[in-house]
């Protein structure tokens, strides 16, 4: 909670700069003023500052590291606030104020954003914990849409978030029915074979991991895919290689948890006795995972305008699927080496994780949180120091120079001197300086 309590707050100090830098600039908060006055030109630091309000509410690079701890909660919890709302307010903020960001900010938000959905994938193939997994997938996802934003696609940005919203949600409610059915167990290594013993919770979790991975025609698919070929077409190649690794890891990662969770044997006691969840875990799980979380991309022309999805179709109403896309391409690939790579690749050891038994050191390198022990040097290391060089000035300068020796030594001196001629512990000493005050505020009033 101090992680994401801190690093919000510095995402909130540039926000409010930034809000307080609108007002200073065009002498309104209001949207539609602010779209008029704006211009063509707005000033770099007036989207740089309220970008700091996005990295930190969507959780972006350097303000990410809060997010994979709290996904630690209720899975309901993260299904509602951390799948569907709460991180996403950032996206939704940004796309509100897009004509506010100069091309030096979109750049940044499109490389930053893209960079971290790659990063991200590749950190959810060495977590076990299968909540810890989907809080990863959750930060790659929120990278993609602000990189969507960078793009100057605010429209696929704010659809990929309907549909994040959607089959994200199903996964971490179908995560909460496994980690119920199997009696309170979080470690995707011991589990297996649950795909017999929870065939609803499985049949869902699968068809929500294939919008996850953008499968065409699930509900990710729209808006990914959309995304993916907006890079292409804009011909920012760094952001379109970036995306393309965060696809191809969103399918290893997926391919990863299906194969440990519902494929091979029982890992455990607790997957041995595993059973369904009741009607009231399962029916929220159907109604999302085989409704919304497969059809909601055709709602698609009700959220934005047609015009935005021709990046993917010819038309939307006539559905035109390329495979010469460049997105589809990426996306096909990333299914086949990806997602079943994944499922031949984690079946090889049993009760293992089978990157860890074939590259220790790839495992510990993702595994690690590079960006947390990045955090910890800066802060015990030059942080600690520079606190430390304060905390020494503020000891001799400031209370041994200015209040010891200037504000104390003149207060010593002149209590000497009143302690000398006015306070000499005798009553009627201090009678009299009553009665001359008393008299002295009665010539003042009657003098008046």
Known sequence: SKKAFITNRIGDLGFILGIALCLKEYGTLDFVALKAAAGPAVPVAVGALLM???????????????????????TPVSALIHAATMVAAGVFFMARVSFL?????????????????????????????IKKSLAYSTLAHLGIMGCAIGLGRPDLAVLHMAMHAFFKATLFLGAGSVIHGCHHEQDMLKMGGLLKKMPLTAATFIAATLSNCAVPFFAGWYSKDAIIEAAWHGHNLPVFAFLAIAALATCLYSGRMIRLVFLGEANSEAAEHAHESPWTMTLPITVLGLVFAVGAGFAAHYLIPASSLQVVHASLEEMHFSFTAPSTIVGLLALVFGFGGALKFYGTVRGADALQVVSPRTYHLLEHRWMDGLYR??????????????????????NGVAVRWIAGGATAALGNLTGLTFHRGQTRGYALWIVIGSALLAWYFLAR
Not at 377 to 398: K, S
Request: hydrophobic content about 60%; aromatic content about 10%.
């Open 101 to 129: 960001l100069a091309p030096e900010v979109l750049q940044w938000i499109a490389i930053s954003g893209a960079g971290m959905a790659a990063l991200a994938g590749l950190c959810a193939l060495a977590q076990t914990d």
């Open 377 to 398: 040097w800066w802060i015990d290391g030059p942080q600690r120091r520079v606190v430390e060089f304060i905390a020494f000035l503020d000891l001799m300068l400031i």
């Open 52 to 74: 700091c309000g996005f990295l930190g509410k969507s959780a972006q690079f350097p303000l990410h590291v809060w997010l994979t701890d709290a996904m630690a909660g209720p």
